[in-house]
């Protein structure tokens, strides 16, 4: 199992590399499909190999402890000095402070003599590996007929695709490289390597907002860094080790060690922006789709809820672990709220990520073997169903040239595969007993002794309803009527969003057998909660009912289509079903949903959610002392 670790973690630098270099476009092609295979084989391959530790040998003499240090201090460099670059100066702050933290860890405190395993795989760990893998790849491979059409709408005059995909695939390899990391430094460095990746990605278009949003994604990150750091020298001087399973193991050590895990969890909330940090996360939205797509579903935020997940025996039963669920369930409440009073589709599922990670911290934070397991659980789903859904909008913005809900209307008809697998998407994520509503059931139960955390994430999961619901339906909505028009994707766009869709639905269907091999090895001996014998009869009659809603269709094209009434103005409508309105100027009639702004819009609730969010922080650290 070594070479499989070596290779989820070395193969993407070195493809990363290869697709920089290479500048021909079917020689980059081939290369990032042959990770993409090589990665999903490996990825399953170390998920059925059980605990292994792993440390890897010296190189060119030297130990990798040391090459890792070297690392990271060149890593925040590189980070600095594009804070010069940019002339921000909390990038330039937050880069040097890490730096001194990490000169006076490194040279004053550790024992570098002390024999620390550089990686763990456990059950966690494979099962993020494989998320990464399999849905990152199949994101990547959707990346490259995008990025041609995205280039020539910006009618570049030279490619930028080899420096992209040297980030893109890269990514990949950091956070298989998170997830497996047993030191605690070397979970830092890619810990960090993430937050690069991420800002040369969100500004890869090179325009001002691209540069803009890039830029506070960056001292956003880096001000996480910059607590994990404080959070590692709290650590380390109550439990005297950077091992992560003797810190683990070192739950209730004092209040050193919950003030680190509390500033380790901080850095996971700035990483999986949490509120009061979701700004960053909104402005990604800037990039191009894959790279949101990389963002939402299977990198960078969920090395925020990983992080968080992972230290959760370290501060189990404290006051820390009860602050970390309020955290996060108030994120869920408050950013499906949000979601809500959005039109843009890229905006709605920011917004949904950001309040499905936050029910993942949450779970965390309840700690206890069913939290966990729905934590697992919404993982798996979420990552599955996101990155369906952001390949979906970017396909769809491409051909009508706007990612706005409101333009989607009636996209059946212009788009039938694209709008039938984006519908089914948003049903995955919206209807019992697919795997995202299971994993919030199996959340809000466990939240049953919690009235304060239960009652934000029923209220949250009703909001969810809204925006989902409301989406799918503008998606169907078109003139009665119409008949359908062909509609031809490239095989490296449908090939990716077929496999995205067919996993949301089939591992739905399959949950009872992914939670006795997935997330069962994980949890004391426990009662399964998903079991067959209500789960089948529900997609029983889920499917019973789109076959009823299939036959109505397909009557209705029969029927005559009647304009919708307006309180008698139709009877003066024009034949081109306008009518006269002021100035005797026509007035066409425009449908629209209701996004009721001035509840849910985002000038009313940002500034209350960010303060009562960073109240809710200070109170989670401030508990541990």
Not at 72 to 95: C, E, P, Q, T, W
Not at 201 to 222: P, Q
């Amino acid at each position: 199992m070594s070479t499989q670790i070596i290779l989820l973690v070395l193969l993407p630098f070195a493809a990363g590399l290869a697709c920089y270099l290479l500048r021909a476009a079917f020689l980059r092609s081939l290369v990032v499909l042959a990770t993409a295979a090589i990665l999903t084989a490996a990825s399953v391959a170390l998920l059925s190999a059980g605990p292994i530790s792993y440390s890897p040998g010296p190189f060119l003499g030297l130990g990798w402890g040391l090459i890792v240090s070297v690392l990271d201090f060149a890593l925040l460099g590189v980070i600095l000095f594009y804070g010069f670059k940019h002339g921000n100066l909390l990038i330039k702050i937050f880069s040097v402070l890490q730096m001194l933290g990490l000169l006076i860890l490194e040279l004053f405190w550790v024992d570098h003599s002390a024999q620390v395993p550089a990686f763990h795989v456990d059950q966690l760990s494979a099962v993020m590996v494989l998320i990464i893998s399999i849905v990152g790849s199949l994101i990547c491979v959707f990346a490259l007929p995008y990025m041609k059409e995205h280039e020539e709408h910006l009618h570049l005059e030279a490619s930028r695709q080899p420096r992209f995909f040297l980030f893109l695939v890269l990514f990949l390899g950091a956070m298989n490289g998170l997830v497996m990391a047993n030191n605690i430094l070397w979970l830092y460095f890619f810990f960090e390597s993430t937050t690069l990746c991420s800002f040369m990605l969100i500004g890869h278009d090179g325009t001002e907002i691209a540069v803009k949003n890039a830029v506070r994604a960056l001292w956003m990150n880096s001000a996480g860094g910059l607590a994990f750091v404080l959070g590692m020298m709290f650590t380390y001087a109550s439990v005297g080790s950077l091992d992560i399973q003797v810190i683990l193991a070192s739950g209730g050590a004092g209040a050193g060690l919950l003030v680190g895990m509390g500033l380790i969890c901080l850095a996971g909330f700035t990483k999986a922006a949490q509120v009061p940090f979701q700004s960053w996360l909104l402005g990604a939205m800037v990039a191009p789709t894959p790279v949101s797509a990389l963002l939402h579903s299977s990198t960078m935020v969920k090395a925020g809820v990983y992080v968080v997940l992972r230290m959760a025996p370290a501060y189990a039963g404290s006051f820390v672990s009860d602050g970390v669920a309020l955290c996060g369930a108030f994120t869920f409440l408050a950013c499906a709220a949000l979601a809500i009073g959005q039109s843009n589709g890229k905006k709605i599922l920011a917004y949904s990520t950001i309040s499905n990670l936050g029910l993942i911290i949450a779970c965390a934070g309840i700690n206890t073997p069913a939290a966990t397991a729905a934590a697992i659980f919404l993982i798996i789903f979420h990552a599955v169903s996101k990155a369906l859904l952001f390949l979906c909008v970017g396909t769809i913005e491409q051909r009508i040239g706007s990612r706005d809900i409101e333009d989607m209307r009636g996209l059946y008809l212009r788009m039938p595969q694209t709008a039938w697998i984006t519908i089914t998407g948003i049903l995955t994520m919206l209807l019992p007993p697919f795997g995202v509503l299971m994993a919030k059931w199996l959340a809000i139960e466990s939240a049953s002794g919690q009235l304060v955390v239960v009652t934000m994430m029923a209220l949250a999961s009703a909001l969810t309803v809204v925006y989902w619901a409301r989406w799918a339906g503008t998606l169907l909505a078109a003139p009665g009527g119409g008949r359908p028009a062909p509609e031809g994707l490239p095989a490296l766009i449908r090939v990716p969003l077929l496999a995205l869709v067919a996993g949301a639905v089939l591992l739905s269907v399959a949950a009872p057998q992914v939670y006795d091999a997935v997330v069962a090895p994980m949890l004391p001996a426990m009662p399964s909660p998903i079991e067959a014998f209500y789960l089948y009869p529900l997609f029983a009659v889920l499917g019973a009912g789109l076959l009823l809603a299939l036959r109505a269709a397909r009557r209705s094209r029969a029927t005559a289509y009647s304009a919708p009434y307006m309180s008698g103005a139709n009877i003066d409508m024009n034949p081109d079903g306008t009518w006269n309105g002021p100035m005797n100027q026509p007035v066409g009639a425009v449908a629209g949903n209701y996004y009721l702004p001035g509840l849910f819009g985002e000038e009313r609730l940002t500034t209350f959610v960010n303060v009562a969010a960073a109240a809710l922080i200070v109170l989670m650290i401030g508990g541990a002392l």
